[in-house]
């Protein structure tokens, strides 16, 4: 946080002051997004009771994943928008959809068992039973198998691949311009790590998180679909998001 803070003050020097408060708008946006993540993360940690000693290595590897990921989603977006325009009134739409679905819809509980990826991945690639240190591969009677540690950093990469169809249209709703898109996201991924060792032992306390971020995203999405008819400053933009 203290690093994206400081970025955003170079950019005030270097830029002026709508990019630096463009910049925080889509960090503060990226990163209570990726408290959502989060949790869905303490759910499959403890579901499959990860040591914590590996847990460290599942989430160094899966926020590389994340950042790769996110980067070819921004550069995709960027030429959508570049070359459709209208496509923002789609991802408006899409926002506002989310947010509202996410503001009605129940607590989720996660079933290993029942999970499609996991049974993919089951039906794909032989598992060991147990895990074997921080290893995602072991040799078993000759042959080489995945560990369970392999399955959960599937599972990360594939759960930040489904929160990035909701963060990337969310921050083209702040800003288009792919600088400030991808350093922003840059940030809030590299702070998921941090993040998860402050938060996981009081996931419980956040029962209303859900209900702020289905807020936030309609918000944005508003934003995007009203662009034609009202300008929303940046300021109040910055207020209200970081505010709920």
Known sequence: VALALLFAGGLYMM?????ALTFLTGYVVEEALSADNIFVMVLIFEYF????VCQHRVLFYGILGALVMRGLFIAVGAALIATFHWILYVFGAMLVITGVRMGIKGDE????????????ARRLLPFSQDFHGKHFFVVEAGR?????LLLVLILV?????????DSIPAIFGVTTDPF???????FAVLGLRSLYFLLAAVVDRFHLLKYGLALILSFVGFKMLAERYIEIDIVLSLSVIFGV
């Open 49 to 52: 009771r990860v040591p914590k």
């Open 157 to 165: 990469e594939l759960t930040d691949l489904v929160f990035a169809i």
């Open 15 to 19: 830029s002026g002051r709508h990019v």
């Open 144 to 148: 080489k198998v995945a560990t369970p």
């Open 109 to 120: 509980e996660f079933d290993g068992e029942q999970n499609r990826i996991v049974r993919a």
């Open 180 to 186: 400030i898109v991808f350093t922003s996201n840059i």
